[in-house]
């Protein structure tokens, strides 16, 4: 298993539609989870935590699950704003071990 | 204010030149990065600092070669530029394993 793995996409759906996308990671060790949100041609930025408790802002929804260790982001009611590549980040336990960023999910919103 | 700043923006040189990119972030943090983000969009981590010390060194040639003055600032010096290293490479800063800020990013572009 590779160490973040996520679908590529790209996602199309049309505004207003619900959208999700799915995370796995292999190291069972792994710490903390994040969601973040790249533009084209800026910069990634944190979008949200990943709790096991799960995690709710707004539209936007996110859930983590240690067995199974994927981590999954839902967008409800989805905005023309929403468009974007969305990066499933795993933070190491441990200092000496890297942050894992997935390759991302591109999404498109259509009007 | 910018809470991570690099410079510069853009970056066009020719194959052999040498060149720095420069990185501070104003944020109080331990641990800084820097990224490299390729055509493919793939976000790969290159090395990591905490309080001035080398803590992550990824397989990067050793024409690439970091430098922090001080806890607030990592510089990346890169010799010989190739045609290979054209990317974007982003800098950013966390507290203890925690979520990362991202500098804008510096579009290296080797001609």
């Known amino acids: 298993r590779k160490e973040v793995e996520q679908d590529p996409g790209p996602f199309n759906v049309p505004e207003g539609a619900t959208v999700a996308f799915n995370c796995t990671y292999s190291?069972?060790?792994?710490?903390?989870f994040f969601w973040y949100r790249q533009d084209c041609r800026k910069e990634p930025k944190l979008l949200m935590s990943?709790?096991?408790s799960g995690n709710e802002d707004g539209r936007f929804t996110a859930q983590l699950n240690r067995a199974s260790q994927y981590i999954s982001l839902l967008i409800r009611d989805s905005k023309l704003s929403d468009s974007a590549t969305y990066l499933c980040?795993?933070?190491?336990?441990?200092?000496?071990?890297?942050?894992?960023f997935g390759k991302g999910t591109r999404l498109h919103i259509l009007p | 204010d910018t809470a991570v700043s690099q410079t510069p923006k853009y970056l066009v040189t020719q194959m052999g030149n040498d060149k720095s990119i420069k990185c501070e972030q104003n944020?109080?943090?331990?641990?800084m990065y820097w990224y490299k983000q390729d055509s493919k969009k793939f976000l790969k981590i290159m090395f990591s600092?905490?309080?001035?010390?080398?803590?992550i060194n990824e397989t990067v040639p050793n024409r690439f070669s970091p430098k922090s003055p001080d806890k607030a600032h990592l510089n990346l010096h890169i010799n010989s530029l190739e045609l290979g290293d054209s990317a974007v490479y982003f800098c950013?800063?966390?507290?203890?394993?925690?979520?990362?800020?991202f500098g804008q990013g510096t579009r290296l572009t080797v001609v």
């Open positions: 990943v709790y096991s």
């Open positions: 190291n069972s060790a792994s710490q903390s």
């Open positions: 944020l109080g943090h331990d641990t």
């Open positions: 980040v795993v933070f190491p336990a441990r200092r000496d071990d890297k942050i894992i």
């Open positions: 950013a800063s966390s507290p203890q394993n925690t979520e990362a800020f």
């Open positions: 600092y905490n309080n001035k010390e080398l803590i």
